[in-house]
Nanobody, 123 residues
Framework: VHLVESGGGSVEAGGSLRLSCTTSGYTASDPCMAWFRQAPGKERERVASIAAENRIYYSASVKGRFTISRDYTKNTLYFQMNSLKPEDTAMYYC??????????????????WGQGTQVTVSS
């Protein structure tokens, strides 16, 4: 199973980016997938996830600004990030559970990870 992220970059505050995570070799049906981020010196945190039956979670820090979605036909998870702030600067990772359809906030519950894509927001 491979997860490959793309779409990171550097933007000014208030700008937008869209991250993509394309999966291959992944046969789980309607699994939990998530976006985590990790800033220097901080723990990896879940910022959004999408579970079975399209149950979606957003952390308080991104709710209303970011949107998670997935396209089953393209095996791709998306993360639209609008109104970016300097505090959104981090390495962003997509993650997937091997067989679990429901999501948790704990990185150790996720079996597959992408390589990460850097998002840098300047003020």
């Amino acid at each position: 199973v491979h997860l490959v992220e793309s779409g990171g970059g550097s933007v000014e505050a208030g700008g937008s980016l869209r991250l993509s995570c394309t999966t291959s070799g992944y046969t789980a049906s309607d699994p939990c997938m998530a976006w985590f981020r990790q800033a220097p010196g901080k723990e990896r945190e879940r910022v959004a996830s999408i579970a079975a039956e399209n149950r979606i979670y957003y952390s308080a820090s991104v709710k209303g600004r970011f949107t998670i979605s997935r396209d089953y036909t393209k095996n791709t998870l998306y993360f639209q990030m609008n109104s970016l702030k300097p505090e959104d600067t981090a390495m962003y990772y997509c993650a997937a559970r091997g067989s679990g359809r429901w999501c948790t906030p704990y990185p150790q519950d996720f079996d597959y990870w992408g390589q990460g894509t850097q998002v840098t927001v300047s003020s």
